[in-house]
């Protein structure tokens, strides 16, 4: 089982930049599709990027060009640069282990990472 734990969130305004970082416990973290999930309040956990083993990325339309997810497997980590931030990126931010096909987490959630944007 992959522990999780995330970090780097913060408050931040309008048009800024923060980086989080995810440390992964586990030997198969580098065979493991990861993907960074965000929570707004009220509303359910969506996928936001993907990465692959081998470094392929997709991410969802509402981030592309101003997030960018990358892996270092030597360190079992996942980051999430995040740039241009907008108020509605505020949102607890998770990372774990993806189905590459469905983006489906496959594991158990950390404790997040808490970011707020304000205007």
């Known amino acids: 089982q992959v522990q999780l734990v995330e970090s780097g969130g913060g408050l931040v305004q309008a048009g800024g930049s923060l980086r989080l970082s995810c440390a992964a416990s586990g030997s198969s973290f580098s065979i493991n599709t990861m993907g960074w999930y965000r929570q707004a309040p009220g509303k359910q956990r969506v996928l936001v990027a993907i990465?692959?083993?081998?470094?392929?990325?997709n991410y969802a339309d509402s981030v592309r060009g101003r997030f960018t997810i990358s892996r270092d497997n030597t360190k079992n980590t996942v980051y999430l640069q995040m740039n241009s931030l907008k108020p509605e990126d505020t949102a607890v931010y998770y990372c774990?282990?993806?189905?590459?096909?469905?983006?489906?987490?496959?594991?158990?959630w950390g404790q997040g990472a808490q970011v707020t944007v304000s205007s």
């Open positions: 990465i692959t083993s081998s470094g392929t990325t």
């Open positions: 774990n282990a993806a189905s590459a096909s469905s983006g489906y987490h496959l594991g158990s």
